[in-house]
């Protein structure tokens, strides 16, 4: 099954969410990144310096939280947006080119998504040699449109379920 077209629109049109991770006590950290969406897998990915407070949480604490959203500054009721959540797993901590083959092939795609998607805020650099790519395995997306909003929930193998 797939997302409804509302969640995907805004999946794709997007360039940024804002992220938000806890440390082991609960403390909530909350961050805009730039993220891409892959929807075979149902999964999100953001890519962050390794040294970040994002990475210190979700090593202590994988339960990550992104919304995107699209605001309207004159009819509240026209903003929309899709929040997920899930459990975070952070790649290799090596830049990108150090990656053993295996872990590059598992993301190497996710990696020229970004590069296509945000060519030109990156203006073609490289990821630097301490950035890691964040995988998102959703477990629960919520969409609205002003006061509605509709649920869905996945499997663990990815499949909506509802």
């Known amino acids: 099954m797939q997302i409804p077209d509302e969640m995907r629109n805004i999946l794709y049109a ?3 969410g804002y ?7 609960d403390q909530p950290h909350l961050t805009p990144v730039f993220f891409v969406y892959d929807e075979n897998s149902h999964k999100l990915f953001f890519i962050t310096n390794e040294r970040s407070k994002k990475i210190k949480n979700l090593s202590e604490n994988p339960n990550v939280s ?4 699209i605001r ?6 026209n903003n929309e947006g899709v929040m997920a959540q899930g459990t975070a797993n952070i790649t290799d901590r090596a830049p990108i080119y150090f990656l053993s083959e295996e872990t590059l092939q598992l993301y190497y795609d996710i990696y020229l998504e970004f590069k296509s998607k945000y060519q ?3 203006d073609n650099k490289p990821m630097g040699e ?4 964040i995988q998102i395995n ?16 996945f499997k663990k193998d990815s499949q909506v379920i509802s």
């Open 138 to 153: 959703i477990e629960k997306m919520v969409y609205w449109k002003g006061p509605h909003f509709k649920s869905l929930k």
């Open 120 to 122: 030109k805020v990156i």
């Open 72 to 77: 309207d500054p004159v009819n509240p009721f």
């Open 130 to 133: 301490n950035d890691v790519i």
């Open 66 to 69: 992104i919304t995107i959203d």
């Open 14 to 16: 997007n360039y940024f």
């Open 19 to 25: 992220v938000c991770t806890s440390d082991r006590f």
